[in-house]
Each structure stands twice: as structure tokens, then as C-alpha cells.
């Protein structure tokens, strides 16, 4: 296994790793940004709200080896090292992110070159939306995973088009949960995350940051965490949710 000065299972190159959307406090509370121009400010909010369910679920289910599928900057790198013996990064060659900490590439719409049941765990964290055949990379999961194996699932549904041309769907609890079924799936958790105080705040926020305002960053980020505030943590809403956040087991 590689080395690392951090504290669990290292990434490839740990020591070139640098929080993008998560930074995380003295006792681990997840904060961001995670560095100044790694996030937009109008994206805040989800990121937050993303940061802070991946923080109560993976201690709960995260163990073994992890591949972090469609892994981009690894940004959810800090909260899922300690409770994992090995991480696995992969990614497309068409990723706008550092490919740094990959492993080895794959792209989803075809393949992911590991063996059946060779993996305990997997993040597809804002993935789903960016491949043609969803179901296609739901089951190539479910074959890598290890009976009891788990997969940490998130894809948006109220979300501004992104990553363009290669975004193409969005999700309802109500999809996630059948794709989830038809592959064979138990599902322990399936949250869909958000609100109408998440939500409009989300919408203003990006427009903010785009209207070449002086204070427009400012703002954006300042509604968007009193967006939080007025929301429960975690923020569930089934009609106004942003994002469809899922645990999905093995057996």
C-alpha cells in the first residue's frame, strides 16, 4: 500500500492533493470552500449540503478498498480516507480536473477494468448525470462490489446544465430508486437533499456570481449559508430537492 503523512488510506501523489469543494475544521466539521477560486461562489450551498451528508454516512458504511469513480479532484478525499484500507481514483480522459490522483482510466459508458467483486466501496459523487447509459454504470457497480459491498450515490435534479456537452440527465427519488431495484440493489438510506430556502438560494447565488457585481461573490455565498441556517441538516425535501443522495448495498 502507499505511503502517506495522512491519516488513513492515501490517494496516488497525497502529498500534491488540495481541498477543492470540502475543507475540513479542527474537529472535522466540514467547512467551505476548500481553497480560495477552487469553488464558485454560487455553488456553496450544495457543496456544503453534499459535504455534510457524505460526513454522516460514509462512517456509517464506508470500509475496505474504495474506488472513487469519476473521482475529478477527489474532493470528498478527506472524509472518506480514514474510515477505508485503500483508495482507488479513476476517471475519463475528457475530465476538466487534474488526473493526478488516478489510478487508472476507464470510461464509464464502456467499462470499469476491475475484476467482479473486487471492491468494498464506491463514490460516484455527481457522475450519473454526465454519462449516456445510467444504468449501464449502476450495474457495472453492482458487479465490483463484494457481497455487502456499499455505494455512495449523489446526482442532482434542480441543477443549472454544467460540464457541457457531456450532462444529460437529471434525477427523481423516484428514478434513482428504481434503477437502484432493477440491478439488485438494497438500498439502506435515500435522501433527496434540499428545500425551497436551498434551492432559490442556488439559483440566485449562480446568477450573482455571474452579474459582474463587485460585492456579487459576497452575497451569493452569504444567502446561500443563511439558506442553510433556515434548513434542517440535513435538508430534506421531496419537492424541491437539488440533489438525490443514495446508500445502496449488495447482497
Known amino acids: 500500500m502507499r505511503r502517506c503523512k495522512f491519516k488513513g488510506a492515501p490517494v496516488r501523489h497525497p502529498e500534491q492533493w488540495r481541498p477543492t469543494k470540502v475543507r475540513l475544521s479542527p474537529s472535522g466539521r466540514p467547512l467551505v470552500p ?8 454560487g455553488s456553496t450551498g450544495v457543496a456544503l449540503m453534499l459535504a455534510r451528508w457524505h460526513a454522516m ?10 474506488l472513487d469513480l469519476g473521482c475529478g479532484s477527489v474532493p470528498y478525499y478527506d472524509l472518506y480516507r480514514p474510515h477505508v484500507t485503500e483508495i482507488l481514483c479513476t476517471d475519463w480522459t475528457k475530465t ?3 488526473m493526478v490522483h488516478l489510478d487508472f482510466v476507464s470510461d464509464l459508458e464502456m467499462h470499469v477494468p476491475l475484476a467482479d ?11 450519473l448525470e454526465h454519462v449516456y447509459h445510467p444504468k449501464h454504470v449502476i450495474a457495472e457497480i453492482f458487479r465490483i462490489l463484494r457481497p455487502g459491498g456499499v455505494a455512495f450515490i449523489h446526482a442532482p435534479l434542480l441543477y443549472v446544465v454544467h460540464e457541457a456537452p457531456h ?3 437529471r434525477y427523481t427519488q423516484f428514478a434513482m430508486t428504481r434503477m437502484a431495484q432493477d440491478t439488485g440493489f ?3 438510506t435515500l435522501m433527496p437533499l434540499g428545500g425551497k430556502f436551498i434551492a432559490f438560494a442556488d439559483l440566485v447565488g449562480k446568477l450573482l456570481q455571474g452579474a459582474n457585481l ?8 452569504s444567502l446561500q449559508r443563511l439558506a442553510l441556517m433556515l434548513s434542517a441538516d440535513p ?8 440533489e438525490i443522495a443514495a446508500v445502496l448495498r449488495r447482497p
Open 186 to 188: 438494497v438500498i439502506e
Open 57 to 66: 454516512m460514509l462512517p456509517r458504511y464506508a470500509h475496505g478498498t474504495l
Open 235 to 242: 435538508p430534506l425535501n421531496k419537492k424541491f430537492p437539488i
Open 96 to 98: 476538466l480536473h487534474t
Open 214 to 221: 463587485i460585492a456579487g461573490p459576497i452575497w451569493a455565498r
Open 167 to 169: 450532462d444529460y440527465f
Open 34 to 41: 476548500g481553497r480560495r477560486g477552487a469553488l464558485a461562489p
Open 117 to 127: 467483486a473486487s471492491v468494498d466501496t464506491v463514490i460516484l459523487a455527481d457522475v
